[in-house]
């Protein structure tokens, strides 16, 4: 009885300092794989944001890094506010925001320690889509808002068929999204039937494939497969053309926007700089918005 | 060091490793459901708990906002009864054949399309139904969008299937011989057998598998999302043909905008705590029936 107790003993012992040594490894190698991680994002620079600025940014990213082999660009979506959301948090180096920061917003980052410098990129119009099958080619705002607000349900009230209307939109993190809401519903509220799309791609896939579908996308993901309605006002019918857009004439315009902390990383800053270049500005008028300089 | 003590340093070695492990699951649990249940708290200071549990609207962006449960609630409820609907009796009728009726050739070739089946990521089985299903449900029943509940059960369906298969074929196939060989002996058809004995004898397992298949159901988030047109308002009576949102969705659609420690960030974490709620409750039910029903070994 007693020997065994004293073994008993010695196993608690060794049993202790086991659990010590592997927690000690355990602690090592997590902290190896932190280290890691760090060294890795002194060399990239993290972009996200909306998605309405996100295929314009994945060009740009891809030429820069074409010639900057030492810069590792690393781009994704997410919406406007989301974007916005990490910059505060720190986990990204440049928002891609499809709207201009909140005051909210700032006075949350200023909070944390992050003064956030906008920088205007491009200039872009929000284009109303349908199916090209739809006979209707041109809406007032105030049609538009009453489609969006619920208070017209039938293509038939706006001189189309006699079709109930399936209105699309995007999630609130989107910056198109509150974008519109701001530029043509006036402070209605959405309908309560709105169809929520989590991505721009997935409006214009709907929209392709939905003869009563409409919605509204970034001028740049304009496409053969789904036809864009014109705005109407004053009797003069706009479309989200380069130049209406640059002009301001198309209604529906708006800029989009890259967010940095006031101290950013010298790579993050190189590729604003080059984003804003002769070059990077001929890459935004090619992918389909309108260039700022 | 000798042969003894070295066997043992091996033996506690082994030990606190395997109880860093179960200590660590344990721990990560406790921190979850303390993190939810605090923010769910922080919600409900500023929000009527019977408003939340019986609200008939989500609306994040109006004013006043209103966080009402049910639209979200009947989304997921929609979805989920109506993967199972086709799931359940599909499974067990291949579970049956996969262990009782096919040849060991065709048995094999079909567990392995099962398995396959289930590695199939969500976000894929979603992109399918965007493009091939939503189209192809508007022009059959004729409506304003092909994106209903209808076509995120299908998708659901597909995903649970494995699930429902592989557990309940396993049920099946320990169903010992010996229960088998009596029922033939005693003059059942292989119909009867399988009707009478073996479905009776494996009900525990069945059951658990017909209970993780709704489990998987109710959190799917991605694929559902990307299928129902999220509308978040309670369907009427063509629940299954009309748009719906999920709690899964909500969540995953609005985390991206949401201000840290407003009543709308709380919100999320309220349904996200509403779902742990219910995963646990099928998570007891499948225990229940367990206990209830012994699997016959």
């Not at chain 1, 996200?48 to 690393?74: I, K, R």
């Amino acid at each position: 009885m007693k020997t065994l107790k004293i073994k008993n003993k010695k196993i608690v012992k060794t049993f202790a300092i086991q659990l010590t040594a592997l927690l000690s490894v355990l602690l090592l190698v997590f902290s190896g794989i932190g280290c890691l991680g760090q060294n890795a994002g002194d060399s990239s620079v993290v972009l996200s944001g909306s998605t309405s600025v996100l295929p314009l940014a994945q060009t740009l990213s891809e030429t820069y890094m074409n010639a900057h082999n030492e810069t590792l660009l690393s781009v994704k979506g997410g919406g406007s506010g989301t974007g916005i959301a990490e910059l505060i948090d720190g986990s990204n180096d440049i928002a891609m925001s499809s709207r201009e920061i909140k005051d909210s917003e700032t006075a949350d980052a200023n909070a944390k320690g992050i003064e956030p410098v906008e920088y205007e990129i491009a200039k872009d119009g929000i284009a109303v889509i349908v199916h090209p099958s739809n006979p209707v080619s041109r809406l007032t705002l105030d049609q538009l808002q009453k489609i969006y607000s619920g208070e017209i349900k039938n293509w038939k009230d706006v001189g189309g068929e006699d079709a109930e209307i399936a209105a699309i939109a995007r999630d609130s993190a989107s910056g198109t999204q509150e974008f519109f809401n701001e530029a043509v519903m006036n402070g209605t509220e959405f309908r309560a039937d709105l169809i929520t799309q989590a991505a721009t791609g997935a409006v214009t896939q709907e929209v392709t494939q939905n003869s009563k579908a409409i919605g509204f996308v970034g001028a740049a993901y304009q496409s053969n497969s789904i036809k864009t309605l014109g705005i109407e006002t004053n009797e003069t019918t706009v479309m989200p053309t380069e130049e209406n857009i640059l002009s301001g004439v198309y209604p529906l315009s708006r800029g989009l926007y890259l967010y940095t902390d006031k101290n950013p990383k010298q790579e993050a800053l190189d590729f604003i700089r080059f984003i804003l270049s002769a070059d990077g500005q001929k890459i935004v008028s090619e992918t389909g918005y309108a260039p700022v300089n | 060091m000798t042969k003894h003590s070295l066997r043992d340093f091996r033996e506690n070695f082994m030990k606190s490793l395997f109880l860093i492990g179960g200590i660590g699951t344990l721990l990560i649990l406790l921190l979850i459901f303390a993190f939810l249940f605090a923010e769910s708290f922080n919600f409900f200071k500023t929000y009527d708990f019977w408003d939340f549990l019986t609200g008939t609207e989500w609306k994040p962006g109006a004013s006043p906002e209103m966080f009402g449960l049910l639209p979200l609630l009947a989304g997921t409820a929609a979805v989920t009864v109506g993967a199972i609907i086709p799931a359940v009796p599909v499974g067990i009728l291949s579970a049956v054949y996969i262990s009782e009726l096919a040849g060991p050739k065709t048995a094999d070739i079909l567990k392995f399309a099962v398995e396959l089946s289930a590695g199939i990521p969500s976000v894929v089985l979603g992109f399918f139904g965007m493009i091939h299903l939503v189209p192809r449900i508007q022009s059959v029943f004729d409506l304003t969008t092909g994106q209903t509940a209808l076509t995120g059960s299908i998708i659901l369906a597909i995903m649970a299937l494995p699930t429902i298969i592989s557990v309940s074929e396993d049920a099946i196939s320990s169903v010992p011989a010996a229960l088998k060989q009596g029922s033939f002996a005693l003059g059942s058809n292989h119909w009867q057998t399988i009707y009478k004995v073996i479905l009776p004898a494996a009900v525990s397992g069945i059951s658990a598998a017909v209970i993780l298949g709704i489990g998987r159901a109710v959190g799917e988030t991605m694929a559902v999302m990307m299928v129902t047109g999220n509308m978040a308002i309670i369907p009427g009576s063509d629940i299954f043909l009309s748009s719906v949102r999920t709690v899964t969705a909500t969540i995953a659609l609005e985390m991206g905008e949401v201000a840290k420690g407003t009543e709308h960030y709380y919100a999320l974490f309220t349904i996200g705590a509403v779902l742990f709620v219910i995963t646990i409750g099928i998570n007891k039910i499948a225990e229940a029936v367990k206990r209830k029903h012994k699997q016959v070994t």
